[in-house]
């Protein structure tokens, strides 16, 4: 058995494993690096660590980082929830925009660049709280949700997006990062219709909220107290209780600034956006240290350890040749629109198991030796399978699901879990060939 097949093989294991067992997925990417690098290079151990060490992407892990730790601050000084309360009254209390306007924040942050299962995290115990107050399908608030953070993951600032237009820029293949964000959003966009009209979107038309607070609600779920403490007060990271945010205090005015120079910064200076986000950090926190000291705890960490571990095994195994080896047994298939097809089914079915985020970085440059035999346009092969890796987000087993239904109210829980199942396996099954007729076969022809 070739060193390729067996570092194919211990991928696969490693996301079992991960799927299995509640083991970080990244933690087990870093083990399996150093076994196999051990066999596979050889020479002194200083030797195989650098080897391994050389993959470390360590730009992504100061983007992974600054974003995170922006984030926590701008929902522990309220940012997030004016930002929802604001929207809610642009729409003049109109229920059935509800979801809608959680599809729009949600996809506004990660847009921004805060990591997709951060801004679900951060919308979700809003989004189920507003559904229990004014009797919305928590399965419909949910996959609002949900799609919206992958309407705005694929950005030219977003984690999705830098991870997929970093690996087409590195194999010199033609890409559009607009293209790229476009077809996401406009996807994405079209499925929350559809799940507008299937989970009880028509019995909202026409209702709209009473004379009442629309703050964040009480029993939005686990994790919803804690959200509300941290997210309204400007006071740290304890929880309590909290009156809705509605208004805007001089550190909500200056995060908000913060973030608008990220943006103006990343897109039309070029500048790196793991670094802007640090610098935005450090000096919100210089102007408020004592609010903001417990935020770097709140930095996804686990996110960032799956992501680097994943990103440091996949590279690893395209420097001993495995992914070259692997593109070039799917192009064996004879049939390019076959092997585009396989290729993406492959990517929805893995990533319905596990972190999105993770499986891009291993799943895309799979498709890179493929793309290079020029049988498919490369636009449109990535594009399709960018979505339809992050559609089966609301797999309850995928980080995003599993974040919305440990956000649901108990009473409520069990009937979100089995309908997020369904949908989620429904995704991974018409995802995929959707993609590929409307994104791939067009080039094709």
Request: charged share 10%.
């Amino acid at each position: 058995m070739s060193i390729h097949v067996i570092a194919i093989l211990v991928l696969v294991a490693a996301f079992v494993l991960a799927t299995v067992y509640p083991i970080n997925l990244g933690a087990i990417a870093l083990v399996a690096a150093f076994v196999i690098g051990s066999v596979a290079v050889g020479g002194k151990p200083d030797d195989v660590a650098d080897k391994i060490f050389e993959g470390f992407p360590g730009s992504l892990f100061v983007i992974l980082v600054g974003v995170t730790f922006l984030f926590a601050i701008a929902r522990a000084n309220g940012t997030v929830d004016w930002l929802v309360q604001v929207a809610v009254r642009g729409v003049r209390g109109r229920i059935a925009l509800i979801p809608w306007i959680m599809f729009a924040v949600t996809g506004l942050l990660s847009a921004f660049g805060a990591v997709v299962p951060a801004a679900v995290a951060i919308i979700a115990p809003v989004g189920l709280g507003f559904a229990v107050r004014h009797r919305i399908n928590p399965v419909l608030m949910g996959l609002s949700i949900i799609n919206g953070a992958s309407a705005g993951g694929f950005s030219p600032l977003s984690i999705f997006g830098v991870i997929t237009n970093g690996v087409v820029a590195k194999a010199n293949l033609p890409g559009s990062p607009l293209a790229l964000f476009l077809g996401s959003l406009v996807f994405n966009v079209l499925l929350n219709v559809v799940v507008f009209f299937l989970f009880g979107g028509r019995e909202l038309l026409g209702r709209v909220v009473e004379q009442e607070p629309v703050g964040v609600a009480a029993g939005g779920g686990p994790g919803a107290a804690r959200s509300q403490a941290t997210g309204a007060t400007g006071a740290g990271f304890t929880d309590g209780e909290h009156a809705p945010v509605t208004t805007l205090d001089l550190n909500r005015a200056l995060t908000l600034v913060v973030l608008v120079a990220l943006a103006v910064g990343a897109l039309a200076f070029q500048l790196d956006v793991g670094l802007l986000a640090v610098t935005a950090v450090v000096l919100l926190s210089l102007l408020a240290p004592h609010t903001y000291k417990g935020a770097v705890a709140q930095v996804a960490w686990p996110t960032v350890l799956l992501i680097c571990g994943i990103v440091t095994y996949v590279n690893l195994m395209q420097e001993l040749g495995t992914i070259k080896f692997l593109g070039n047994q799917v192009a064996l298939i004879g049939v390019p629109l076959l092997a585009a097809l396989v290729i993406c089914y492959i990517g929805g079915a893995v990533s319905a198991f596990a972190s999105t985020t993770g499986i891009l970085g291993a799943l895309i440059p799979l498709a890179v030796p493929f793309l290079l035999a020029g049988h498919v346009g490369p636009v449109g092969l990535i594009t399709a399978l960018a979505i339809s890796a992050s559609v089966v987000d609301s797999s309850p087993f995928s980080t995003s699901g599993a974040l919305v239904t440990a956000s649901t109210p108990e009473e409520s829980r069990d009937y979100v879990y089995r309908r997020l199942m369904r949908w989620g396996f429904s995704m991974v099954a018409v995802g995929p060939p959707i993609t590929w007729l409307l994104l791939v076969v067009p080039g094709w022809l």
